[in-house]
């Protein structure tokens, strides 16, 4: 029975791995409808805190971007990039890193994407260096920012364990960082100069590149430098209240003492900071359902609840198997799990699927936190088929046509500095993590 299972949830993740968006989480729906109607398993516990973080945090970068302050730190990223030109390489991907941080969606990264393009070009640099990298960063951003679904998983599954936001990020971001820099190291000198590119060369001549001489002058509103000021103090007071347990209200129920959780510290803060942005900033409620950053949060909300609640399902009813199965050969190589990781989100195209889908099974095997949390990001896999928004918004904003996909799809400018990140960023929190914990 557990191979026909298997078949029905990997029929489900590749169908809707081909439709993309909203369609995958009602693949994982169908699923889900297969494994408990038809195979008679008993439904797993919808990963509800993370839905919700989700929720709340997508309203709340919505409200900055209808406020302004997307725009606002759009042109703060401009500013840093044109200042250094000729280092465009490493500095996009800190960049996009830390925007991704910041922000905990990938999204925002995509409207630096144009500026890095043009300095590229002025600076005379091959646009596929610091593209390639940038979008890779922007990705891996996902697993360093404190308010991402997929940071949101990990603490819901170690929280259990004492785990707290601030250890997490601790290990997660100076790993991530560096794996970035060394991923743009790995691409600092591919390819010919771009004066020397031949696709470059035909489209100059074609009439098809000019060089933007024209500088915008933005002067960001008062309400956008409130609201990014405000999404600050929210970040800041969350990164706080996750790290140190002995600041959040408490209660003695039953003589046991209980606590707010992580999950339910971000939900409100993300809630109240987003209140305080739309009434101090003036921002139309409608405006905010609206917007591309709340849109793509509750496509991620609805990809999760299905996929997710379908896995984990799975999961549940086979725990016991998998224990005896792989539960010594990857306590032993906790590196495999990260394997595990890479490969799924590869399938998923999603960081914060895989880790909602995957991290409580990494804890039912017995790995340590300090494992948990140094594979964690391994589920940036998602640049291996070039098909997000991220990746082919960063093919459509190279106007020199040097950042490509090859013949086969799979051999595209991505690869390289996806694989050097992705493997830098894990063996680098391993280290880390062994001084954290």
Known sequence: MIWLETLI????????????????GFAGGVGLVLLVFVCG????????????IITAVSGMAATLQCAGGLDFLVSIAEKILRSNPNRITIMAPIVTFFFTVFTGTSYVAIAVFPVISEVAMEAKVRVERPMSIAMVACQHGISASPISASTAAVVGVLALQGVTLGQIMMVAIPSILIGCILGAISVYKRGVELEQDPEFQRRVKSGEITYNTEKKNYVPTKEAKISVAIFTIAVGLIVIFGSFKELVPSWVVDGKTVSVS?????????????FIMAVVCKVKPGKIARSEVFSAGMTGVTVIFGVAWMTNTFFLAHKAEFIELMGGTIQMYPWLFGIVLFVMSAML?????????????????????SSLVAVAPAVNGIFIVPATGTAISGLLFDRTGTTHIGKYILNHSYQRPGFVTCISSVAVGFLIAQFVF
Do not use: H, W, Y
């Open 9 to 24: 949830i990997l029929g489900c993740l590749m169908i809707g791995a081909r439709k993309s968006g909203m369609t995958m």
């Open 262 to 274: 992580i999950a339910n510290t971000i939900e409100m803060i993300a809630f109240a900071a987003g």
């Open 41 to 52: 398993l008993r439904p797993a516990k919808p990963p509800v805190d993370v839905l919700l």
């Open 349 to 369: 195209m999603s960081q914060g699927t895989t880790s909602s889908s995957l991290m409580p099974v990494g804890a039912s095997l017995g790995l340590p936190v």
